[in-house]
Structure formats: structure tokens, C-alpha cells
């Protein structure tokens, strides 16, 4: 066991108090969202349509997504708190990534037996086992501060995440109407940016006490139990997505070739994402950045991509979801190289971080759209296991190797190695072009629509 330098909540609480933005921001964020919610869920508008009357309902949506909202703030606020603790106990900076990536472990492990246990038990549930999961391990968080047993819990959380999200994501995807679809992934990714834009600022919360911010997200958590327990599934619908899923597991190869563009952006988000909430706060205290300042630098970027998040999806329709992928990862890729030489001003960082976050923000979602795009529906099951594996194995590596990064080079090296990642997706799409049109071709047309 690490023993601390020095006591974990005086020097961090006074620090925020100093430095960082007023607690009473955060809670105004969250009233302005929990009532917002509550007005949308008030309306319970079903879509009228021949074929999806019995499985689309707008009350259900915004159920789902106040659930990936409360979830994306968990991770939000865990990531850069414990991170937080631990360099102020002295942990080395690849140790720590590596307990940040520990969440992200638990998410990858799950993943693979998400399609069976939602074929098996439906969305409600698996949507309940894992808040339930995450509450639990939430609410154990303070009684503890030994690194390898945050690890566990962090691991333990990322498990119920990935159960939830996929289930949340497949039940979406699968039974918003055709036309609305890239517009419901745009505002579930929206509402997941919400949320985890609003976890770093939970930090803020300290000033109040050490552990008031895990206490708030952990009630939190038990109000959004409560309210995804009115949830109703059609068994009808999940009887019929499991047998799709029995059809199309053996062709994981074939989603690869038709879809691999496609899928990549699920990896490059979950690494970006992750290793800026896991490193940003030990980057930033090494350059002389306040820990105010650094939840709002990566709320900022947050906020960015919500900013752009629908305008993005509803450019896709238009333009094409690959041609605005390249586009936004090309620009991207010059903006993360330009963030070291930002360093350590506070402002321009976060004009950066804005402007950055809005761009490649969105990165995920739309290429969640854009595998729609490509396949039928009978591989989606599939695809979306896939994309949340590459998430996790994204997000799992991000933390650990920005670690290292900061350990061998110092901290502007990871910025230089995610603005590589993101210029090598630009290439792969580019030279990938004619396999994707090949695999296509022998899809129905109406399947090829790739926008």
C-alpha cells in the first residue's frame, strides 16, 4: 500500500477552493439537466408507424438517455478524482494511468457477454444489473484509499458501464426509425458528452469535502435506478435481435471488412477521451495549472463536442459520415499538435480545448452512425460488441500509455502521439476506400446507402 505525503483532503480541498470554480456551478449545471429531463420525460409521444409503433417511444428515449448522461458523469468524475488523490499521494504518473485504465479493463472484459445476456434477459435488465453494479461500487469508493482496491472498483464499474451502454446503444439503434437514426446516435452521444462533461466538475465539489462529490454522483445513481425501473421492453423485439445475434456471431470477420473504417473511431475516442481525463491532471499540475482549471480545460473540451454534436450528425446526412470523419480527425490531428506549445496559459488552452472537442468530439457517434450506414441490421448486434470492445481497448491503453509517455518524455509527448493516431485514420480511410466498396457490393442496395 502507498502511504500518502501528505493528508488527502486538506491540500486538495484548499487548493479547489482557491482555484477552481465555485461549487454552486456544478449543482446549477445539474438542475438546469434534471429539469430539462424531467420536462421531456413528461411527454410519453409514441412514433406512429406501421412497423415500429410497438417498439419507439420518446418517453423511453429520454429515460435511456438520462441514464447515459448520469453514466458518462460517473466516468467523468472518477477518472480525473482518483487520478487527483493519487498524484497527491505520490503515485508515479504509469502507475496511475494504470489504475485509471482499470475501468475501461472491466468494460472490455464484459463486453463479449453483453449480446448474450441481453438476448437472454432483455434490455431492462441488463440496463438495471448494471446500474446497479456501478451504485454499489460508487458508494464503496470512500470507505477505502488504498490504490489497488480503487483499481478493483474502478474495474467493477466499468463492467456495469459496458453492460448499460450496450444495452442502451443497441436498443436505440435498433428501433429508431431509419431516417432518424443518425439523429438519435447524435443525441445519445450527445447526452453521454453531457454527462461527462459535467463529471469533471464535480471536483469542485471538494471544497465541501473530500468525499461530497462520490456521495452526489452516488445518489445520483440510486434516482436514476428508480427511474429505469419504468422502462418497458418489448420481448417480442428482444426475442427476435437474440436470434439475429445466433445468425450473425460467426461473421465478425465479415463486419471487420465491410465496416473497419467505420469501427476505428470507437478506439481513437475511447483513447482520447480516456487518457485526457486519466493524464491531463498530472500534466497540468506538472506545468503549473490549478486543479480548478484543469476540470474546466477538460470540461471545455466536453462541451466543445456538445456544442457540435447534432450539427455534425445532421452535416453527415448530408456530406457524407466518411468524408466528414477524415475531415474532422484531419483537423484534429493539427490541433493536438498544436496544444504543447499552449502550454501552461490557462485561456488559450481552453479556446483550444473548445475548439478541439467540438471537432473530434463527435467522432464516436458518428461512426456508430456510420456503421449503420454499411450494414444490415442483422450485424448490428455484433458491430456495436465490436465498437464497445475498441472503446474499452482504446480507453484501456490511453491512460497507461500516456503514463508512460509523461514518465519517459514528459507530458507533451501524448499530444504529439494523438495527433498521429488521428492523421493515421485519415490514411487508413483514405486507402481503405476501394476494399469497403468491394465488400459492399454484395450487400442489397438499399444496405449500401453509405452515405
Given at each position: 500500500m502507498i502511504e500518502p505525503k501528505t493528508p488527502l483532503n486538506r491540500p486538495l480541498a484548499e487548493k479547489v477552493v482557491n482555484n477552481g470554480v465555485p461549487p454552486v456551478l456544478f449543482y446549477f449545471v445539474?438542475?438546469?439537466?434534471?429539469?430539462?429531463?424531467?420536462?421531456?420525460c413528461g411527454d410519453d409521444e409514441k412514433v406512429a408507424d406501421?412497423?415500429?409503433?410497438?417498439?419507439w417511444s420518446m418517453k423511453r428515449f429520454y429515460i435511456l438517455v438520462f441514464v447515459v448522461c448520469i453514466t458518462g458523469s460517473t466516468q467523468g468524475l472518477l477518472i480525473p478524482l482518483l487520478t487527483t488523490f493519487l498524484e497527491e499521494r505520490g503515485v508515479s504518473a504509469d502507475v496511475n494511468g494504470l489504475s485509471a485504465a482499470a475501468l475501461y479493463v472491466g468494460i472490455m472484459i464484459a463486453s463479449p457477454l453483453c449480446a448474450w445476456m441481453v438476448g437472454r434477459y432483455g434490455y431492462k435488465k441488463m440496463i438495471l444489473l448494471g446500474l446497479s453494479i456501478?451504485?454499489?461500487?460508487?458508494?464503496?469508493?470512500?470507505?477505502?484509499?488504498?490504490?489497488?482496491?480503487?483499481?478493483?472498483?474502478?474495474?467493477?464499474?466499468?463492467?456495469?458501464?459496458?453492460?448499460?451502454?450496450?444495452?442502451?446503444?443497441?436498443?436505440?439503434?435498433?428501433t429508431a426509425l431509419p431516417n432518424e437514426r443518425g439523429k438519435r446516435i447524435s443525441q445519445y452521444g450527445f447526452f453521454y458528452g453531457l454527462g461527462f462533461g459535467i463529471g469533471p466538475l464535480g471536483l469542485n465539489l471538494l471544497s465541501l469535502g473530500e468525499n461530497v462529490p462520490?456521495?452526489?454522483?452516488?445518489?445520483?445513481?440510486?434516482?436514476?435506478?428508480?427511474?429505469?425501473?419504468?422502462?418497458?421492453?418489448?420481448?417480442?423485439?428482444?426475442?427476435?435481435?437474440?436470434?439475429?445475434?445466433?445468425?450473425?456471431?460467426?461473421?465478425?470477420?465479415?463486419?471487420?471488412?465491410?465496416?473497419?473504417?467505420?469501427?476505428?473511431p470507437a478506439m481513437l475516442y475511447g483513447f482520447l477521451e480516456a487518457s485526457l481525463a486519466g493524464n491531463f491532471p498530472v500534466i497540468g499540475l506538472r506545468e503549473g495549472i490549478s486543479k480548478g482549471w484543469i476540470s474546466v480545460l477538460i470540461s471545455a473540451f466536453v462541451w466543445g463536442s456538445l456544442v457540435f454534436q447534432i450539427p455534425l450528425g445532421i452535416l453527415g446526412d448530408?456530406?457524407?459520415?466518411?468524408?466528414?470523419?477524415?475531415?474532422?480527425?484531419a483537423l484534429g490531428a493539427v490541433g493536438m499538435f498544436l496544444i504543447p506549445h499552449l502550454m501552461p496559459n490557462a485561456w488559450a488552452l481552453f479556446v483550444a480545448f473548445s475548439l478541439i472537442g467540438g471537432l473530434i468530439g463527435s467522432i464516436f457517434s458518428l461512426g456508430l452512425a456510420y456503421v449503420t450506414d454499411l450494414l444490415p441490421s442483422r450485424y448490428l448486434p455484433t458491430a456495436n460488441m465490436i465498437a464497445s470492445v475498441h472503446f474499452s481497448l482504446g480507453s484501456m491503453l490511453g491512460p497507461y500509455t500516456g503514463g508512460l509517455l509523461i514518465k519517459g518524455w514528459g507530458g507533451h509527448a501524448l499530444f504529439y502521439l494523438i495527433s498521429a493516431s488521428l492523421a493515421?485514420?485519415?490514411?487508413?480511410?483514405?486507402?481503405?476506400?476501394h476494399a469497403e466498396a468491394s465488400e459492399s457490393s454484395s450487400l442489397p442496395v438499399q444496405e449500401k446507402q453509405i452515405g
Open positions: 445539474l438542475l438546469i439537466f434534471l429539469s430539462s429531463t424531467i420536462i421531456l406501421v412497423d415500429m409503433s410497438q417498439t456501478t451504485t454499489v461500487a460508487v458508494g464503496l469508493i470512500p470507505l477505502f484509499t488504498n490504490i489497488w482496491v480503487w483499481s478493483a472498483l474502478r474495474f467493477t464499474v466499468g463492467i456495469g458501464d459496458s453492460f448499460l451502454h450496450y444495452a442502451t446503444q443497441l436498443w436505440i439503434t435498433s462520490v456521495w452526489t454522483m452516488f445518489a445520483l445513481l440510486v434516482v436514476t435506478i428508480g427511474l429505469a425501473m419504468q422502462l418497458k421492453e418489448d420481448q417480442e423485439k428482444v426475442t427476435s435481435e437474440k436470434r439475429e445475434e445466433k445468425a450473425a456471431k460467426h461473421h465478425v470477420a465479415v463486419v471487420y471488412r465491410i465496416g473497419l473504417v467505420a469501427l476505428c448530408k456530406i457524407g459520415r466518411k468524408r466528414l470523419l477524415m475531415a474532422v480527425c493515421a485514420f485519415v490514411l487508413l480511410a483514405l486507402v481503405y476506400r
